[in-house]
């Protein structure tokens, strides 16, 4: 399963980079304003920054929500950097949008789906990522797995190319348990990637060997 990361922080890429374990990352509008990244141009330079630090994939959202727009924006962001993914929301302008741009061989990630349904329509029109989000669903008492478990059978069953792109991933357990579903990606906040190396029975036993080693 691919690791990315889902932040606009620098550091924070940085830092899950230099583990050697990033494959990618996402942003979204949100995240760009918690970093206090404002203005076009501030917000594209933002996005050549981050392509600066990885080697992989770099989702960077749409603010349009009418064909026309999510077309003009996209071609520009696409035209940033080769690594950048137009993220495009799971609307009909977007799911018409994202055909276009699998036409034009742009890579997209079609954002807040929270269905199945969404999901067959994401592939159906070309889309490079499907981004499924299981902490929102966690918050109003549906299961996000489900979710990804159906989306894993319809692509399989017809062979869609999407990847599952699991998204609103809040804590280990979701990465572990979208990994033993079959999602292609987790993309994860620095905190539920850093989770996993935890174990009290790893920090005992090293103690252990380390004061055994002195002896
Ligand atoms: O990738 C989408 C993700 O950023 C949403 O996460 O925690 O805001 O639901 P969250």
Do not use: W
């Amino acid at each position: 399963m691919k690791f990315f990361i889902d932040t606009a922080n620098l550091s924070q890429i940085k830092e899950a980079q230099a583990m050697g374990i990033l494959d990618g990352v996402t942003t979204n509008p949100s995240l760009m304003a918690k970093e206090g990244i404002k203005g076009e141009a501030n917000i594209l330079k933002h996005y050549v920054d981050i392509c600066g630090l990885v080697t992989g994939d770099v989702s960077a959202e749409v603010l349009s929500t009418d064909f026309d727009g999510i077309v003009r924006e996209g071609e520009a962001l696409a035209k940033l950097h080769k690594q950048i993914v137009v993220k495009v929301p799971m609307i009909k302008e977007g799911v018409k949008a994202i055909k276009y741009f699998s036409n034009k061989g742009i890579k997209t990630n079609c954002t807040l789906v929270f269905s199945a349904g969404q999901a067959l329509l994401a592939a159906k029109a070309g889309a490079t990522y499907v981004s499924p989000f299981i902490g929102r669903l966690d918050d109003v008492s549906t299961d996000g797995f489900i979710l990804i478990e159906d989306i894993r059978t319809i692509y399989d069953t017809y062979g869609y190319k999407t990847q599952i792109l699991a998204a609103s991933i809040r804590h280990p357990m979701h990465i572990v348990n979208c990994a033993k579903l079959g999602a292609d990606v987790a993309t994860c906040p620095l905190s539920a990637i850093m989770a996993l190396l935890n174990h009290p029975l790893t920090d005992t036993g090293l103690a252990k060997f380390l004061e055994d080693a002195k002896k």
